[in-house]
Protein backbone atom coordinates (compact mmCIF):
# COMPACT_ATOMS: atom_id res chain seq x y z
CA UNK A 1 0.00 0.00 0.00
CA UNK A 2 1.35 3.57 -1.10
CA UNK A 3 0.07 6.87 -0.10
CA UNK A 4 0.48 10.41 -1.41
CA UNK A 5 -0.59 13.54 -0.04
CA UNK A 6 -0.44 17.06 -1.66
CA UNK A 7 -2.45 20.24 -0.98
CA UNK A 8 -0.49 22.28 1.64
CA UNK A 9 0.72 25.32 1.49
CA UNK A 10 0.21 28.71 3.07
CA UNK A 11 -3.20 30.18 4.10
CA UNK A 12 -4.32 32.87 6.24
CA UNK A 13 -5.67 32.66 8.86
CA UNK A 14 -9.79 32.06 8.26
CA UNK A 15 -8.60 30.17 5.05
CA UNK A 16 -9.51 27.25 3.49
CA UNK A 17 -7.20 24.48 2.22
CA UNK A 18 -7.81 20.73 1.02
CA UNK A 19 -5.37 17.66 1.46
CA UNK A 20 -5.50 14.61 -0.92
CA UNK A 21 -3.88 11.24 -0.27
CA UNK A 22 -4.31 9.31 -2.75
CA UNK A 23 -3.88 5.54 -2.42
CA UNK A 24 -2.81 2.82 -4.34
CA UNK A 25 -2.13 -1.03 -3.78
CA UNK A 26 -5.47 -1.21 -1.95
CA UNK A 27 -9.32 0.22 -1.92
CA UNK A 28 -9.51 3.18 0.48
CA UNK A 29 -13.11 1.63 0.97
CA UNK A 30 -11.30 -1.67 1.93
CA UNK A 31 -9.56 0.36 4.85
CA UNK A 32 -9.60 2.71 7.85
CA UNK A 33 -8.06 5.86 6.66
CA UNK A 34 -6.69 8.78 8.37
CA UNK A 35 -5.22 12.52 8.89
CA UNK A 36 -2.47 13.12 11.39
CA UNK A 37 -0.24 16.23 11.76
CA UNK A 38 2.70 17.25 13.65
CA UNK A 39 3.57 20.57 14.58
CA UNK A 40 7.41 21.67 15.82
CA UNK A 41 8.31 20.37 18.60
CA UNK A 42 5.08 18.37 19.53
CA UNK A 43 4.19 14.67 18.84
CA UNK A 44 2.04 13.74 15.87
CA UNK A 45 -2.25 13.94 16.63
CA UNK A 46 -4.71 12.12 15.13
CA UNK A 47 -6.88 14.81 13.35
CA UNK A 48 -9.73 12.86 11.41
CA UNK A 49 -9.83 9.53 10.40
CA UNK A 50 -13.14 7.29 8.25
CA UNK A 51 -13.23 3.93 8.92
CA UNK A 52 -13.61 1.09 5.86
CA UNK A 53 -17.68 1.48 6.77
CA UNK A 54 -17.90 4.74 6.54
CA UNK A 55 -17.66 6.05 9.96
CA UNK A 56 -15.81 9.43 10.78
CA UNK A 57 -14.17 10.74 14.12
CA UNK A 58 -12.76 14.23 14.35
CA UNK A 59 -10.61 15.58 17.00
CA UNK A 60 -11.99 17.73 18.90
CA UNK A 61 -9.45 20.48 18.39
CA UNK A 62 -10.78 20.33 14.14
CA UNK A 63 -14.93 19.26 14.86
CA UNK A 64 -16.63 21.64 12.90
CA UNK A 65 -13.97 23.10 11.16
CA UNK A 66 -12.36 20.06 8.97
CA UNK A 67 -13.89 17.29 6.89
CA UNK A 68 -12.72 13.67 6.24
CA UNK A 69 -14.01 12.40 2.56
CA UNK A 70 -12.97 10.07 0.00
CA UNK A 71 -13.76 9.15 -3.56
CA UNK A 72 -13.61 5.67 -4.03
CA UNK A 73 -13.63 5.54 -7.65
CA UNK A 74 -10.09 8.07 -7.34
CA UNK A 75 -9.20 5.97 -4.35
CA UNK A 76 -8.72 9.35 -2.72
CA UNK A 77 -9.31 10.30 1.01
CA UNK A 78 -9.53 14.13 1.33
CA UNK A 79 -9.30 16.31 4.17
CA UNK A 80 -11.19 19.77 3.70
CA UNK A 81 -9.79 22.32 6.31
CA UNK A 82 -11.83 25.84 6.97
CA UNK A 83 -11.09 28.39 9.15
CA UNK A 84 -8.12 27.29 9.46
CA UNK A 85 -5.58 28.97 12.58
CA UNK A 86 -2.25 29.50 13.23
CA UNK A 87 -2.66 26.68 15.57
CA UNK A 88 -3.81 24.61 13.01
CA UNK A 89 0.28 25.00 11.41
CA UNK A 90 1.79 21.11 10.85
CA UNK A 91 2.82 18.88 8.49
CA UNK A 92 0.05 16.55 7.87
CA UNK A 93 0.24 13.10 6.56
CA UNK A 94 -2.54 10.17 5.55
CA UNK A 95 -2.02 6.98 6.91
CA UNK A 96 -4.00 3.81 6.29
CA UNK A 97 -4.22 0.81 8.58
CA UNK A 98 -5.26 -2.50 7.23
CA UNK A 99 -5.05 -5.90 9.31
CA UNK A 100 -2.92 -4.70 12.02
CA UNK A 101 -0.64 -2.45 9.88
CA UNK A 102 -0.24 1.14 9.22
CA UNK A 103 0.98 2.42 5.90
CA UNK A 104 1.83 6.24 5.59
CA UNK A 105 2.58 8.98 3.13
CA UNK A 106 4.96 11.39 2.98
CA UNK A 107 3.74 14.29 4.79
CA UNK A 108 2.61 17.66 3.45
CA UNK A 109 3.16 21.21 5.00
CA UNK A 110 0.54 23.47 5.95
CA UNK A 111 1.27 26.69 7.40
CA UNK A 112 -1.61 29.75 8.82
CA UNK A 113 -0.35 32.99 8.90
CA UNK A 114 -2.30 35.15 11.64
Known amino acids: VQLQASGGGLVQAGGSLTLSCVVS????????TAWFRQAPGKEREIVAMISARGGWHYSDSVKGRFTISRDNAQNTVYLQMNSLKPEDTAVYYC?????????WGQGTLVTVSS
Open 95 to 103: RALQRATNY
Open 25 to 32: GRTVDSMS
